[in-house]
């Protein structure tokens, strides 16, 4: 450590790809998050312009970006659709670091949205189809009753994939690092590409 408190050297500001380094970030937050390290903020913004954000799970990623699943009817599936652009917040307080990302947005495909639906608990497949996501509810019981039906319509069998639920891919263009540091000077790096299937230009920011 220096004399100003500033570590220096940090290994993760030497990766020149941003993908490496979020799979070992991530590794180490599901060794020390009490609960759900995938969890993430989500941002997107209304038809007035007014951002909005919420937490969701990521539920995948590769070099081709991150990818969650939801409700297209909801708020957050009718904003990605309308503009096809979101951001990412990753924070690990346990760890004290932070990841935001930003980009362009694709629908995942339906195989690939299928094979995830399956993986989820019965209840779970049968909430996505009871739940008018983002809208009015009347009541608590107007949900239990909802659910009660689909449960009714779908006891034997499988549970077929509501059609207005799938997933979302961000394919980034800029994707931060960042570690708390003494005296507010914390470590900062951003990966930036000019489109999603670029290469990757890396500068380090002041905190």
Known sequence: MSE?????????????????????????????????????????????GL???RIVLLKGYDEHGFVFYTNFES??????????????????????????LRGDVEVVSDEATDAYYLTRSRGSRIGAWASKQSRPLEGR????????????????????????????????????????RQFRLHDRVEFRRTRSDGPWEKMRMYP
């Open 141 to 180: 019981f107007a949900l239990e009753q909802a659910v009660a039906e689909y449960t009714e319509r779908y006891a034997i069998g499988d549970i077929p994939r509501p059609p207005h639920w799938s997933g979302f891919r961000i394919k980034p263009l800029s994707i931060e690092f960042w570690h708390d």
């Open 4 to 48: 100003s408190g500033l570590t220096t050297g940090d290994d993760f500001t030497m990766e020149n790809e941003p993908f490496t380094l979020f799979r070992a970030w991530l590794k180490d937050a599901e060794g020390s998050e009490i609960n759900d390290p995938t969890a993430v903020a989500l941002a997107t913004v209304d038809e007035n």
């Open 51 to 53: 951002p909005n954000v």
């Open 75 to 100: 708020q957050k599936g009718r904003e990605i659709l309308g503009l096809k652009k979101a951001a990412m917040c990753f924070h690990w307080k346990s760890l004290r670091r932070q990841v935001r």
